[in-house]
T-cell receptor
Framework: DAKTTQPTSMDCAEGRAANLPCNHS???????VYWYRQIHSQGPQYIIH???NNETNEMASLIITEDRKSSTLILPHATLRDTAVYYC????????????????FGKGTKLSVKP | KAGVTQTPRYLIKTRGQQVTLSCSPI?????VSWYQQTPGQGLQFLFE???????NKGNFPGRFSGRQFSNSRSEMNVSTLELGDSALYLC??????????????FGEGSRLTVL
């Protein structure tokens, strides 16, 4: 089972910031949080990942709470092309203890960016 | 550099047949993972290969198998196809070093329809 819970859907106005929450209350101290998104009919796309500190790249920012039990993905200026399903993932275990190839995708959050 | 390439992109089979799907990872990537995506179950991990060895396996029947070649290319095979095997099959590649925290790069998928 997925180690994360996310809202089923969210709406965001074009040009505004989209803030997507994720709860991962059972995360272990050395487990990373990954975010991917999937635009309709395409393969998932990596967005960002983090451990403890906040992270930022050209696509988004990731804010992780101090207790690491939740995080928020921020798309600073959402566009129509950001409409997608966003997945918050804590990698599964496996024989290699967190093999990065074994991701447990939950239902994700369907983000709709509206004009 | 070229992304992850999956072939064929679309295929139609009948029940009882078998199918082989191919995945060419990004140059330099040694890990290949396979996922099945259906509307009902979402994205589910099938297996992961690293340096020609299966490193992790999801909860799928033995009809689903895979292999990886010395050039890191991978194939997956589904035998005795069932209607429920109709799905989008996604391949993802990564550098694959144990304990690494890098992202997965997904291909566009192979859409299998079983009639």
């Amino acid at each position: 089972d997925a180690k994360t819970t996310q809202p089923t859907s969210m709406d965001c106005a074009e040009g505004r910031a989209a803030n997507l929450p994720c709860n991962h209350s059972t995360i272990s101290g050395n487990e990373y949080v990954y975010w991917y998104r999937q635009i309709h009919s395409q393969g998932p796309q990596y967005i960002i990942h983090g451990l403890k500190n906040n992270e930022t790249n050209e696509m988004a920012s990731l804010i992780i709470t101090e207790d690491r039990k939740s995080s928020t993905l921020i798309l600073p200026h959402a566009t129509l092309r950001d409409t997608a399903v966003y997945y918050c993932i804590v990698p599964g275990g496996g024989s290699y203890g967190g093999s990065q190839g074994n991701l447990i995708f939950g239902k994700g959050t369907k983000l709709s960016v509206k004009p | 550099k070229a992304g992850v390439t999956q072939t064929p992109r679309y295929l139609i089979k009948t029940r009882g047949q078998q199918v082989t799907l191919s995945c060419s990872p990004i140059s330099g990537h040694r890990s290949v993972s396979w996922y099945q995506q259906t509307p009902g179950q979402g994205l589910q991990f099938l297996f992961e290969y690293f340096s020609e060895t299966q490193r992790n396996k999801g909860n799928f029947p033995g009809r689903f198998s895979g292999r990886q070649f010395s050039n890191s290319r991978s194939e997956m095979n589904v035998s005795t196809l069932e209607l429920g095997d109709s799905a989008l099959y996604l391949c993802a590649s990564s550098l694959g070093a144990s304990g690494a925290t890098g992202e997965l790069f997904f291909g566009e998928g192979s859409r299998l329809t079983v009639l």
